[in-house]
């Protein structure tokens, strides 16, 4: 679309489902607003440190480390290079995204590794994994978006025109003109003054079609 477009900062983690709908039906919305999302790490893991939880999201949270340990290596090193680090992030969310939500595939080092390669990043970066080199630029980025939201709430974060907010929570992904007007209300909502939240219970799953 022609024009200036808007900018809407969006924080993700790759193993989050509701996130990863959410993440594509932005992108549904760029073909059909002035808007252009970046990309940013949070991470549940640190999210959900010291808290206690169930047993089994427990062990979910200790292999969600790797996951976005290597989407801030890759962000670093493409900085490094003199790169814009968002795209960078973007390509390798939805190869991850791709792999751990539609074709179920673990959180191991052999679908990092494919999940970089089919991105255009180095294999190498998958190495970030398991070391906590890359943990203090982590925080920082979980930081900068969770400040603007509160920590009582997950991902997605979107921060758009000096307006923050957790959501929207999908299921499934609007489509064409639906995925803009939800945009125009969801921008409605977040824009004005005093306005907290809005929810309902859940009454289906994540439906990734």
């Known amino acids: 679309m022609a024009g200036k477009r808007e900018t809407a900062d969006f924080w993700f983690d790759p193993i989050c489902p509701w996130a990863w709908i959410t993440s594509r039906w932005m992108l549904e919305v760029e073909k059909v607003r002035p808007v252009e999302t970046r990309w940013h790490v949070m991470s549940l893991a640190v999210l959900n440190a010291g808290r206690d939880l169930p047993e089994d999201y427990k062990k979910s949270m200790e292999t969600a480390w790797g996951p976005v340990r290597i989407a801030i290596a890759a962000a670093q090193r493409a900085e490094q290079a003199g790169e814009d680090p968002s795209p960078v992030l973007g390509r390798l969310y939805t190869e991850l995204g791709t792999r751990f939500h539609h074709e179920k595939k673990p959180r191991e080092r052999a679908t990092y ?97």
């Open 113 to 209: 590794e494919e999940a970089l390669e089919a991105a255009g990043l180095p294999r190498d970066l998958a190495d970030a994994a398991d070391v906590t080199d890359h943990d203090d630029a982590l925080r920082k980025s979980h930081t900068e978006g969770m400040d603007q939201v509160g920590y009582e709430v997950g991902t997605p974060v979107i921060s758009v025109a000096g307006s923050a907010f957790f959501g929207p929570v999908l299921s499934p992904i609007p489509r064409g003109e639906d995925a803009g007007k939800l945009w125009d209300g969801v921008r409605l909502v977040a824009g004005t003054d005093g306005f907290f939240e809005l929810k309902r219970s859940r009454t289906r799953g994540p439906v990734f079609d």
